[in-house]
């Protein structure tokens, strides 16, 4: 540690020290001051610093500039007679105070307890070094330090931190909460301390560390992310849960400090968001070694107020010993008589002078300091022949105190020139720390002279301090100043007016709104908090819908969700003509968070909501918006109502004279119709022509919808539907939108099994769900495409037990779907074991409308089951009952535009020919069958129609042996093709190659070839 004046660079927790409070200095700034301090004996050049401390990015030399003179307000250093950091003008700086390196291990501790400025506290300190010690023997601590507001606890926390400061290999990392932040910006104080962390360290082994075990966080901090990087992490992380996310950081530290002690200082935890409480009881109530201390400071009143649930969770710890508290009392007479002693050394002061101080302040550290200093400030307390000495009698003092604090600040207030006054009300409005910039937007402040004001109370120790020279959200830089204690803001800002209270709120988020424009997205919690109280509802439920987007994206569903129900309280308050509006946007947007998260039945209630409310005051679009996102939920638990609800929007857009929406809700509705009714070539039509609309008034642009990946391979489009889908996934990949992106997969990897690439498309589904279960989300769309894989690849044990246990799971999804495809599996597992009644019972429940109820696709499955039907007829030489089944088969399918379906009827219509010795509907049926392989690329129905074409060849007898043989080639090519996608090692690889021959005559030919 170095020391220069009364200043200690502390380089091992990356701080700047004055006696025993913190100087607030940015990182970067610690940087610059640090290296002229290490190389104190010499001129440094801008280019030296620009490349020490800059070295991969072009950095405008200007900025150096800034942040030394954000050094020299730290240190007070003036810039005529500059006593720390001299300028060469053009060339460079050089640090000129005097250097000393203090001897590391010196007793630092004792410094501040003997020598130093905080007195009594010495149980606090004791029980302090005492979990600090258990923590280093690797059981994780987490204490809470409590007492009413300026008792003692931030002092408390900074001696402590002093006095560990240089132990080796400890790092002290700090967090603060911000009051009106609490519950909107979620973990707010845990990403600060570990962002802080991440930048002091210089990224290296936590950065690493973060990118193994907790991806959720480092995303968070996207400075420190390479492009490249990027894409891999969100997919990494896609469908994460908040859980997860508590549960990677939880990992991530105890592998940081399974070697090196770790303390995290979590400050004014009276303001904490939820999610920062899931972090903490997290902490406390793992196992594992950990050389870690979590110490929280809070004001127990203050959670009262607040409902905060912070007190059922420090009681619970404590009582189970997973957790400690230290509770602040007040100062005793003997600190008092002690803290006269440090602070005027020497001091003469009559008998009682303690005992009156310490009755005036209550024993309240900040009451007690306040008195002190207004005393010295009126000149009752003064030096004299370099003694400090009483100028009254003690008697005469004592009316002249103010029995509280409050009044005391409020006399110390009125003490101030009117524009000092005008500053601070603006800048307690503007939070504990402020921008130089924040405050000259109240009209009457003369901007210019502002930063001389604050310098001018900063020196004389009034109300606030320097906090440095720092940027701002959108990069430009300001002078910033922090309140010397929250009570000095809470105190002014209480004084307030509320009139005048709201007029400055709304002054400030109004600049802060055309300031921040590119970053309105970042600063959303701030402008919804300076509007609402501003008073400008309608801004602050905007920002408020921008602040829940903000939450779900680090996974914090819920804390999103209370964001947007409060913005819903406010909606009441907005004028009657956007009320309405930004009541259904609000909705829409619990709708949005409820449907990523998988809470289907939350979403549909909130859409429907929203839909309601937009079309009692006729807002059309908006109605119609929420009718097209009310489909999505339904969709997936109840397709009737998602049907009603697109056509209900089809119907009212055909009203709004907006084209392109028209169109799109016309491919919404065929769409729907073509996935959970039927296919009717009707449907089709309108999609096309819809989708042809709207190609040619966007100018002939995709217009990239998921819903045509689904619907390409009803009609063998199978490489569009997986060029949509990869476009897809990449676009979806950067939401939270963890249904859409599991959907999106899910069509990716259907598009791959009907390209006969099993081998891929389970790929995805095996990584996918692995994926979402690692994360707590339910992969259930993947699973059951993984059951449609298994049926495909006639794994049908398989498919039926993925399928029961998706049925027992409760996963709050309908279970239609499911025992349709476990049904569809038995049936076909029986077929192959000669059961036909138990067969044709399975394949029934399948077509049966009130055993299965409709779902996505469920008449492609019925087709199936009929086709299953016909199939287990021919098996037990029932030709007449096959025969049936296999003409409406071919019926049904030709009305579609389903080639592989088709194909699939030929060749069961072939089959029971060739049974029936047909040999001229055999050969019509061959040749249909085959025609369609022409045009389309259908490799799962064609090894079927190749293998019934070489058995037609074979036993028609018509001495066509080289065109049997050729379709016994085609088949077996296309088989082991299928079969190859998958690697040699997959179960599902044997399975198929066993069962191909055995299920299906036509696929005989590899068996006897
Ligand atoms: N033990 C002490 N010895 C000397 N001074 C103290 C002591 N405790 C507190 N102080 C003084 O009182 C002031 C207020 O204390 P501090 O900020 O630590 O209170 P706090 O409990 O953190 O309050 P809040 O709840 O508002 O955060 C400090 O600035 C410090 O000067
Ligand atoms: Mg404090």
């Given at each position: 540690m170095k020391q220069f004046h009364s200043f200690r660079l502390d380089t091992v927790n990356h701080c700047l020290w004055r006696g025993e409070e913190r100087v607030s200095l940015t990182p970067k700034a610690f940087d610059v001051l640090r290296y002229l301090v290490e190389h104190a004996d010499r001129l440094v050049t801008q280019d030296e610093l620009l490349a020490a401390l800059w070295p991969e990015t072009y950095v405008n030399p200007e900025v150096i500039k800034k942040y030394i003179l954000g050094i020299r307000k730290a240190l007070g250093?003036?810039?005529?007679?500059?006593?720390?950091i001299e300028t060469f003008p053009r060339r460079g700086y050089q640090f000129v105070a005097p250097v000393t390196e203090l001897i590391s291990g010196a007793p630092l501790g004792e410094c501040i307890?003997?020598?130093?400025?905080?007195?009594?506290r010495e149980g606090a300190m004791a029980q302090l070094d005492g979990y600090l010690d258990q923590s280093q023997n690797s059981q994780r601590q987490v204490a809470f330090i409590t007492g009413e507001a300026g008792i003692g606890k931030t002092t408390l926390v900074d001696a402590f931190h002093q006095s560990v400061a240089n132990r080796s290999n400890l790092r002290i990392i700090r967090g603060q909460c911000v009051e009106g932040f609490g519950g909107k910006e979620a973990y707010y104080p845990v990403l600060e301390a570990i962002g802080q962390w991440v930048r002091e360290a210089g990224g290296g082994q936590v950065v690493q560390t973060l990118a193994k075990q907790a991806p959720t966080w480092l995303i968070q901090f996207p400075s420190l992310i390479k492009a490249e990087q990027r894409e891999a992490l969100q997919k990494e992380i896609h469908g994460a849960t908040r859980e997860r996310m508590v549960r990677e950081i939880c990992e991530a530290l105890e592998s940081l400090t399974a070697q090196d002690p770790l303390v995290i200082v979590l400050e004014d935890l009276h303001w904490v968001d939820p999610s920062t409480l899931d972090f903490i009881s997290a902490v406390a109530r793992r196992r594992g070694p950990a050389k870690l201390l979590v110490l929280g400071t809070y004001r127990p009143a203050d959670l009262i107020i607040s409902k905060s649930p912070l007190k059922a969770l420090k009681q619970d710890l404590v009582l189970h010993n997973l957790g400690h508290e230290i509770s602040l009392e007040r100062l005793e007479e003997p600190d008092v008589a002690e803290y006269l002693d440090i602070h005027f050394p020497g001091g003469s002061f009559p008998d009682g002078f303690a005992n009156l101080i310490y009755r005036h302040s209550g024993g309240n550290a900040l009451f007690l300091v306040n008195i002190l200093l207004d005393m010295v400030k009126r000149g009752l307390i003064a030096q004299v022949d370099r003694r400090w000495t009483l100028q009254v009698a003690l008697e005469d003092i004592e009316p002249r105190v103010p029995e509280t604090l409050d009044q005391l600040i409020e006399m110390q207030f009125q003490q101030l020139s009117p524009y000092e006054q005008c500053i601070l009300r603006s800048a307690s409005v503007a939070g504990e720390r402020f921008s130089v910039w924040a405050i000259?937007?109240?009209?009457?402040?003369?901007?210019?002279?502002i930063e001389d004001a604050c310098e001018r109370l900063a020196d004389r120790l009034q109300f606030i301090k320097a906090a440095g020279i720092n940027a701002m959200a959108n990069g430009q830089i300001s002078a910033h100043y922090d309140f010397r204690h929250s009570l000095y803001r809470e105190v002014l800002y209480r004084r307030l007016s509320e009139v005048n209270r709201s007029k400055l709120h709304l002054l400030l988020a109004q600049r802060l709104k055309e300031f921040c424009d590119p970053c309105e997205q970042e600063q959303a919690t701030e402008l919804a908090l300076h509007f609402e109280a501003g008073r400008d509802f309608e801004q602050a439920v905007h920002y408020l819908i921008l602040a829940a987007k903000n939450a779900a994206g680090r996974f914090a569903y819920r804390g999103s969700i209370e964001i947007l129900r409060h913005a819903l309280e406010l909606v009441?308050?907005?004028?009657?003509?956007k009320r309405i509006q930004l009541e259904v946007q609000t909705l829409v947007q619990i709708g949005d968070t409820n449907y990523a998260s998988g809470n289907m039945t939350d979403s549909a209630q909130a859409y429907e909501k929203a839909a309601s409310q937009a079309a009692q005051v006729g807002l059309g679009a908006a109605q119609v918006t929420a009718l097209i996102r009310l489909a999505h939920p339904l969709g997936l638990i109840d397709v009737d109502r998602a049907v009603a609800a697109v056509e209900q929007a089809d119907q009212i857009s055909a009203s709004l004279n907006d084209p392109i929406l028209q169109a799109r809700t016309q491919i919404l509705a065929s769409c729907a119709r073509l996935y959970y009714h039927t296919w009717r070539s009707r449907d089709a039509e309108l999609y096309a022509s819809a989708k042809e609309t709207i190609q040619r008034l966007s100018g002939g642009g995709q217009y990239p919808e998921m819903h045509y990946a689904h619907l390409h391979p009803l009609q063998g489009g199978y490489q569009e539907a997986l060029k949509i889908a990869e476009d897809g996934i990449l676009k979806i990949s950067e939401t939270t939108n963890t249904v859409a992106y599991l959907l999106a997969l899910g069509a990716k990897s259907v598009a791959l099994m009907h390209l006969g690439r099993l081998g891929d498309a389970l790929h995805i589904m095996r990584t996918a769900i692995e994926r979402a279960e690692k994360n707590g989300s339910d992969p259930w769309v993947l699973k059951i495409r993984e059951a449609w894989l298994r049926t495909v690849a006639m794994d049908f044990e398989g498919a039926q037990q993925l399928c029961e246990t998706m049925i027992r799971s409760n996963s709050g999804y309908p279970t239609g779907q499911p025992k349709a495809i476990a049904w569809f599996a038995a049936g076909n597992a029986a077929l192959s074991h000669a059961k036909y009644n138990e067969a044709l019972q399975n394949f029934r429940q399948v077509i049966d409308e009130d055993v299965t109820p409709k779902f996505f696709l469920h008449w492609y499955w019925r087709t199936l089951a009929q086709l299953g039907m016909a199939n287990v007829w021919l098996a037990s030489g029932n030709l007449k009952n096959a025969e049936t089944e296999a003409k409406l088969l071919l019926k049904f399918t030709l009305s579609t535009a389903d080639p592989s379906l088709q194909a699939l009827a030929w060749e069961m219509n072939a089959r029971l020919a060739i049974a029936g010795k047909d040999w001229g509907d055999a050969e019509k049926s061959v040749q249909n069958g085959l025609a369609i392989l022409t045009n389309f690329e259908i490799p799962m129905a064609a090894w079927r129609l190749h293998g019934t074409a070489w058995d037609f060849y074979r036993q028609a007898k018509n001495d066509n042996d080289k065109a049997a043989e050729t379709h016994r080639k085609c088949a077996e090519t296309c088989i082991l093709k299928i079969a190859d996608s998958f690697a040699l090692d997959e179960p599902l690889r044997a399975t198929f190659l066993a069962a191909a021959p055995d299920s299906l005559s036509g696929a005989s030919c590899l068996r006897e070839s």
């Open positions: 250093d003036p810039r005529d007679k500059p006593e720390f307890n003997g020598a130093g400025k905080m007195v009594g000259s937007t109240a009209a009457e402040i003369e901007s210019s002279s009441p308050m907005i004028a009657a003509g």
